[in-house]
């Protein structure tokens, strides 16, 4: 089911990837010479994958948006170990877990690159394929797909930073105006209010990891959902209405195991709505999962082999203890002796079993075995060196539609604690896959407990720092975390995009 996909990315990846580390000055044309445009289907087909490609790139990535949506919340750490640990990168991470956000920040130079470069590609290509002479009965599909993923990556960027640059005209040369997080709202939505009906209704082989109709509903129902922080005006109606257009088909159902959504092999879960799809023979770089979270000496057990894992990336303390333990999500955490798989203890480098705890004592200088690891994701054996995990990574799934109705429903009612059938209903689909039968079952629900169910249900998929900020929780003080300032909801724009932009203003407090 990958094919189609595969072949757009692998084709342009490479490219891509060694261009992608620049500086955050485009190069803009005003013109393409004709000879340039695409002449057939396939070439246009073909295109499509620079646009897809800085998904895979940056999409999971610490120095990208898995370091600004996770490390920065209450659900990941990644602490300083005596041995074994690879991972500090002068104070990064530690920096980011503590909201100390600096212009500099590698996660925050990568992550506007990551928004702005896909937008400046989509561009180029929604122009080149307007412009081809090529006629075919899917060219303005072709166009609205293009079309919904440039605005996915814009409601990235106003997620990130609130007030962004957005220029949409491939032929407009001069400088991208900042607009406001409201008109930058407004320009998203209209956007994809008028892609949607042109794009491809249904999920298929052919369109997997692509941008497809319900892709454009789950967008929309994000947007609608933060609508009230965002722009001051609730829209949890809107909301609503867009998880049903997704809900109401039928396309998508929960797997009847909630790790089947994270195997090695896991294009086919009924539960994906938009994918990352990563594949260790398109490319070096991607999904790397193994290398931020694993210590060293379980390299064997995995048979990794030219690859120094960094013992680093872990699962906060009170993270962990949110999951009952008879939930069966908490089996995604790695904890405890590690044996390899002849039964045998492993050996760490500070004396004794190798073994992972869940508390973590000092984030500046922690012991090798301090930290809950991630192994949500099914480890790959026989990788070898910067390779990608095969896993696909899910950026919106099924069950945080039904997650997200619920929440929209209490809201719309004013409502902060709900026996509502319908939202016990959508979270206990939840409950009863994670507990095998309905004898953990909400009888009533507050929006603190949605919130928990939301992290134990997506912890580690790059939503957590949206949801804290919109149930108010993201300046509260956890461990190695003090208070932080309301200006830091938003992020700094780096100093490169100040350079080559002078349209662009700091956000405040920066």
Known sequence: MKQSIKVLVALITGLFLFNACGDLEEELYSSINSEEWYSTENECVLAMGSAYGGLRYRGTSLWGLLGLESVTTDESIIPVHTNGGYLDNDGLWRDLHKHNFKRFHQSVIDSWEFCFSTLANCNQII??????PAQFDGKAGMIAELKALRAFVVYKAIDLWGNIPIN???????????????EAFEIVEEELLAAYPLMEP???????GRCIRPVAFAILAKMYLNSEKWTGTARYADAIAMCDSIISKGYYQLESNHANNFIIDNEGSPETIFTIPYDRVIGDFGFQMHMYTLHHALLPKYDLTGTWCWNGLSMTEAMYDSYDDSDSRKAAWLIGPQFDLNGEPIMGYEGGQLTFTKTITDLDQSPEGEGVRCFKWEMNTGLNGWETMDNDFAIFRYADIL?????AIMRNNGSTVSSDATVLNLVNQIRERAFGDDSQNYTSITLDELLAERGRELAFEEVRRQDLIRFGKWGDAWKFKPESEPYKELFPIPDNALNANTNLQQNDGY
């Open 168 to 182: 949409l005209d491939f032929e407009d040369t001069s400088l991208p105006t900042q607009y406001s997080r409201s």
């Open 202 to 208: 249904t999920p298929s082989s052919d369109y997997y």
């Open 403 to 407: 997650l997200m109705k619920a929440e």
């Open 127 to 132: 122009y080149q394929v307007e412009k081809s």
